[in-house]
């Protein structure tokens, strides 16, 4: 039985803890053994890699439910400091870009590969068989990449510390592959968290600090929607189903 000093997020199929200076990410219980697993040696490759991650500490059980431990870091989250206001929207997106760029430049060769992740991902949505099929065939004619992707790295998984580098944290997503298709997975948490006025600015600091073109990395965009449509709540889905829509014309069934 964990005895925690305080709750520090709670979603619909996790909640996370501080303990000390211990963080315990505690799973649903329908939440399967091996995405834990996943999760965990992406974090323990990550942290091998210098990547900004949070020490690993193991996987256990905890009322029958899955949790992993972390090293807790003391900070609050980029979110955070962006609703109180303590930095201004460009500060704040250009902290993000800066962080994203220090994982993206990490080692990945312990990841899997983006391409046979996104694969497996779209194969499996419930869209109509024409739509996965016109996805795939996008997904087939984009350019591998090298880099570390963390997936998912908008306000809420980056903590900045009172002294050192910012940190990412939830590295479920992680791969191998494209930085432009990372700066895409960024630009949908933005425009579900913080609207899409602050995801294309953020498009603009991002293009500009890689080196990379605005369309290029909006290629990759149904391609990560699509990707997250398993799991997803009705608002982000709705979101997600638009970007296909908008790319995919052949019909869209649920």
């Known amino acids: 039985m964990i005895k925690p000093d305080r709750v520090i997020a709670l979603r619909s199929d996790r909640t996370v803890y501080q303990r000390g200076n211990l963080c315990d990410k505690v799973f649903a219980r329908a939440y399967a053994c091996v995405d834990v697993l996943q999760e965990a040696r992406n974090l323990a490759a990550a942290w091998e890699a210098s990547a900004s991650a949070p020490g690993f500490i193991e996987v256990t059980r905890v009322d029958d439910r899955w949790a992993l431990v972390t090293e807790y870091v003391r900070g609050e989250t980029l979110a955070q400091r962006m609703a109180s206001g303590q930095c201004d929207t460009d500060g704040c997106l250009r902290t ?21 992740v996104l694969r497996e991902e ?12 016109a996805l795939l065939e996008r997904l087939e004619g984009q350019e591998d990449g090298s880099a570390l992707c963390h997936g998912d790295l908008g306000p809420d998984n980056l903590i900045l510390p009172a002294e ?6 939830d590295w479920d997503r992680a791969c191998r592959g494209s930085a432009d298709a990372d700066a895409a997975a960024t630009w949908l948490s933005l425009a579900l968290e913080q609207g899409r006025e602050t995801a294309e600015r953020y498009l603009e600091l991002y293009t500009a ?11 990759w965009l149904p391609l990560m929607a699509a990707a997250r449509l398993r799991g997803s709540v009705r608002r982000e889905k709705e979101m997600y189903m638009r970007i296909i829509g908008q790319t995919v014309k052949d019909g869209i069934s649920l």
């Open 96 to 116: 993000l870009v800066e962080a994203q760029l220090r994982v993206q430049s990490a080692g990945a060769e312990r990841f899997a590969p983006l391409r046979d």
């Open 209 to 219: 600090g890689a080196g990379s073109l605005r369309d290029d990395v909006l290629r």
């Open 122 to 133: 779209i194969a499996g949505t419930p869209l109509a068989e024409s739509v996965r099929r």
């Open 164 to 169: 050192g580098a910012p940190v990412a944290v």
